[in-house]
Each structure stands twice: as C-alpha cells, then as structure tokens.
C-alpha cells in the first residue's frame, strides 16, 4: 500500500489543489464583495453570520486539543484558544469581530444574541464542530488547513473594504490584521501536524477528503447567505 504513498511535497500539493478548485474566495458572493458590489445589508449580513463560525472556533479547537497526543503538540494548539479567546492584556479574536460588527453599525447585543444567524448557517458550522467532534485528530487537524488560503484572501479584504467600502469604520479591520500573521503560523503547524501523521495512503486520502469537506462548510455558509440576501439584478 505505501508504494502509493504520496510523497510530502506531493501531498502539499494536492491539499493546495483542493483550495484552488474549492475555496470560498471564489464563491459568488465574496467575489462580489471584493468587486465593491455587496449593499451595507449584504456585508452587515456576512459579518452577523461569520460571527457565529468566529465564536464556534476555539470550541472546534479545544475538541482538537483533547485528542493530540503530546504536550509539544497541546502548548502550540492552544495557542488558538487564546488567539479567539483572548486573555488578560488581549481581548482576542471574538471581541474583534464583536468590534467588526459595530464597525459595520450592527449593535453588539444583536450579534452576541444570534438573531442574524441563519439557520443553514448553523447547521454548517455545527457540522464542522462536529467534525472535529468525531473524527481522529489527524483528520479534524487536515479540516483546519484552509487556512492556507485564508492569508491572500484576508490581506485582498484589507484593500477592498478601505477602497470600496469607506463607510465602515477603519477599526473594525483590526481583526482581519491580526489574522495575517496567526494564520500563516497556525497554517504551518496544522501542515506539519498532518505531514508528520500521515502513515499510508488511507491517511492521506483522509486528510485531503476533510479539506474539502472544509471548503464545502465555508462554501454552504455563503449559499445561505447568497439565498436570503439575493442581489436586486437577479430579482428581476
Ligand atoms: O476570513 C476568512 O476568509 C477566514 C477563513 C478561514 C478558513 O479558511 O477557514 C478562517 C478564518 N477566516 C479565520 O479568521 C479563522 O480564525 C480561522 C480558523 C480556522 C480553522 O478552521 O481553524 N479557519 C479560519
């Protein structure tokens, strides 16, 4: 069986290709929110349904500590926690994006109690908490690599919103600059993880089958979106 085994680079380069074909930077509506075309309503709407994938990352992460095997592999892992979290000094990733919302003149108590939330937003986001539920770390670890993709995506977001959306407030961007150097460190760590594990074959068709599973969970966030926050041309 290993004499198919897929070399490092070689599955490097097939995790990279499931990004290329199915990431959610070409997804109908993140291509028109980087064309400057998304209405205040359209973006108010991704930031209020992001926001529950955003809380739902550090319980996705804490699943995943559980299960890895070392301490080396535990103290790098938490650090994601703490990222989302924060901690004394660092209010974190979720306060930012609470700031993101405001930023986009959606109140705090309206995200933190859900009501935006769609439900088949939900129900994708769930799957992925459960997907690290239940399966082996190995594989929820290989779910976490679309992170690969996240940096260019994030760092072109920066660009679009100052240039094309001026009426969001410039603070709220705070969130996306932290994560242009936390997600290069988590992308590496999560790879290396997955690099180091991978024992035959099974394995690595296993990982490159959770990334796209992945993408689908992101990909299913924005359908949801795109369905009930249509564009005004296809109405007509
Ligand atoms: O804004 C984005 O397009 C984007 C994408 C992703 C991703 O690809 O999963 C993450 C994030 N942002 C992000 O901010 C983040 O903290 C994050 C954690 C994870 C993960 O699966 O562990 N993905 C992402």
Not at 74 to 82: F, L, N, P, T, V
Not at 87 to 103: D, P, V
Not at 178 to 199: F, I, M, N, T, Y
Request: glycine letters at 4%.
């Amino acid at each position: 069986m290993n004499a198919f085994l897929f070399s490092n680079e070689e599955l490097t380069m097939r995790l990279r290709q499931v990004g290329e074909l199915r990431y959610h930077d070409k997804h109908p509506y993140h291509v028109r929110m980087h064309e400057g075309k998304l209405s205040p309503e359209q973006l108010r709407a991704w930031v209020a349904n992001r926001f529950y994938y955003q809380k739902n990352i550090p319980v996705k992460d804490a699943l995943i500590l559980s299960k890895l095997p070392t301490r080396e592999d535990r103290r790098k892992w938490i650090q994601r926690i703490m990222d989302h979290d924060g901690t004394t000094g660092n209010e974190g990733g979720i306060e930012a994006w609470i700031r993101l919302g405001e930023a986009v003149g959606i109140p705090r108590e309206e995200m933190l109690d859900e009501r935006h939330v769609l439900p088949g937003v939900r129900f994708a986001v769930d799957a992925y908490v459960n997907f690290c539920r239940n399966q082996p770390w190995l594989v929820a670890v290989a779910s976490s690599l679309t992170e690969m993709f996240a940096p260019i995506l994030i760092s072109h977001r920066i660009a679009v919103f100052e240039q094309l959306y001026p009426w969001i407030q410039p603070e709220g961007l705070e969130y996306f600059q932290s994560r242009l150097h936390q997600a290069p460190r988590d992308a590496d760590h999560g790879l290396e993880l997955v690099l180091r594990e991978c024992k035959d074959r099974r394995d690595q068709d296993q990982t490159i089958a959770a990334l796209h599973f992945k993408c689908d969970v992101l990909w299913a966030l924005l359908d949801t979106l795109s369905l009930a926050f249509p564009n005004m041309e296809d109405e007509r």
